[in-house]
Each structure stands twice: as C-alpha cells, then as structure tokens.
Nanobody, 113 residues
Framework: QVQLVESGGGLVQPGGSLRLSCVAS????????MGWYRQAPGKQRELVAT???????NYADSVKGRFFISRDNAKNTVVLKMNSLKPEDTAVYYC???????WGQGTQVTVSS
C-alpha cells in the first residue's frame, strides 16, 4: 500500500521546537522530491520546505533559518525540524511525495502559550 505516515505534531509554546517525521512507502520515496506543506485555518495550503533525492533543500521565506528539512534514504523518512516556533506557524502540516503527488494525512502543530 502506497502511503505517507506523519508523526510528531503537538502543542508547543512560542520559541519552542518540534520535530516532524514522515515515513514513506519506498515506491513513492526513492527518487522523489519530498516536501512538507502546511494549512492554517481559513488559509490555502502552502509550501514549507522541500528536499531533493540528492539533498538539495528549498524553504519558504517565512521559515528560513528556523526550519530544517532532511531525509534518511535508508529509512525512507523525511524530517522537518522546527525551531523558534511562532503562533503563526500553527497549522496542519502535511508530508508530500512531490514527484508522485501523494499526500499524507497531516499532523496538527499548535504554537500557543
């Protein structure tokens, strides 16, 4: 079964950190650009970060210097490390196999005191 399974969301105070993890089926991971996207209430889904099969990364301006995306090809896993979190980072975060256009189910991140 082709799937992406996210984990690691939750509630965190402003300034805190969270680590999101996404485990993918091999058929949609190998050779694929992988990405994290987010959707806040009442807003459109937006790109957060992507990582190519070779490790080249791309970030939205709003998260540059705070979020870091990486992939572990031995485990078919892509990780988003989020630091210095702000209330405006609150959203449902989705993992995506960009090349194959497959989405995960999403994980909620809430930044609040």
């Amino acid at each position: 079964q082709v799937q992406l399974v996210e984990s690691g969301g939750g509630l965190v105070q402003p300034g805190g950190s969270l680590r999101l993890s996404c485990v993918a089926s091999a058929s949609i991971y190998i050779g694929s650009v992988m990405g994290w996207y987010r959707q806040a209430p009442g807003k459109q889904r937006e790109l957060v970060a992507t990582v190519s099969p070779g490790g080249t990364t791309n970030y939205a301006d709003s998260v540059k210097g705070r979020f870091f995306i990486s992939r572990d090809n031995a485990k078919n896993t892509v990780v988003l490390k989020m630091n210095s979190l702000k209330p405006e980072d609150t959203a449902v975060y989705y993992c995506r196999s960009v090349t194959y256009n497959i989405w995960g189910q999403g994980t909620q991140v809430t930044v609040s005191s």
